[in-house]
């Protein structure tokens, strides 16, 4: 369990969307193995933490089957958790934007900018350009610009 931890605090270190999801499955399977009876409860509880494992797995190495980098990855995530988004918009136009946004938070990148208010207002501005340049989010919402624009996302 404490491999899964690490890997885990591995993964929020650049990908904050596939870290929460986990964290809370996570969370989940550790309270199940406390709260425990007898031996076919620990024999759920492995079971749940092989398949986790495996899920965790096939998420981290998505970025690869994807062509990103672990950046752009981090930006798909972000862009297409939402599902309503997912049925609008195509992966290869995510693919596209999560690529253009990568690009653009290293270019724009300066020392300190998350800690300075007119760089960050630069790197806002930068980012809904390119938002705008996809037209996304294609349902206006709101929630997804937040996501798109905070700093942990961009710090990826």
């Known amino acids: 369990m404490r491999v899964l931890k690490q890997k885990l605090q591995d993964v929020k270190k650049t990908n904050m969307t596939v870290s929460q999801t986990f964290s809370k499955r996570f969370e989940k399977i550790l309270e199940k193995y406390n709260n425990r009876n007898d031996y076919t409860d620990v024999y759920e509880v492995f079971e749940e933490l092989l398949k986790f494992k495996e899920e965790l797995q096939?998420?981290?190495?998505?970025?690869?089957?994807?062509?990103?980098?672990?950046?752009?990855?981090?930006?798909?995530?972000?862009?297409?958790?939402?599902?309503?988004?997912?049925?609008?918009?195509?992966?290869?136009?995510?693919?596209?934007?999560?690529?253009?946004?990568?690009?653009?938070?290293?270019?724009?990148?300066?020392?300190?900018?998350d800690k300075k208010a007119q760089a960050q207002a630069r790197m806002r501005l930068e980012i809904k350009k390119v938002l705008r340049k996809y037209d996304y989010p294609p349902n206006n919402s709101r929630k997804r610009w937040k996501m798109c624009l905070s700093k942990r996302s961009c710090s990826a």
Not at 77 to 84: A, E, I, K, T, W
């Open 58 to 113: 096939a998420a981290i190495e998505e970025e690869k089957q994807l062509g990103l980098t672990e950046e752009e990855k981090a930006f798909f995530d972000v862009l297409g958790s939402d599902p309503d988004i997912k049925k609008l918009m195509e992966d290869e136009v995510l693919i596209q934007i999560a690529k253009d946004l990568a690009k653009t938070v290293k270019e724009n990148r300066t020392h300190d900018w």
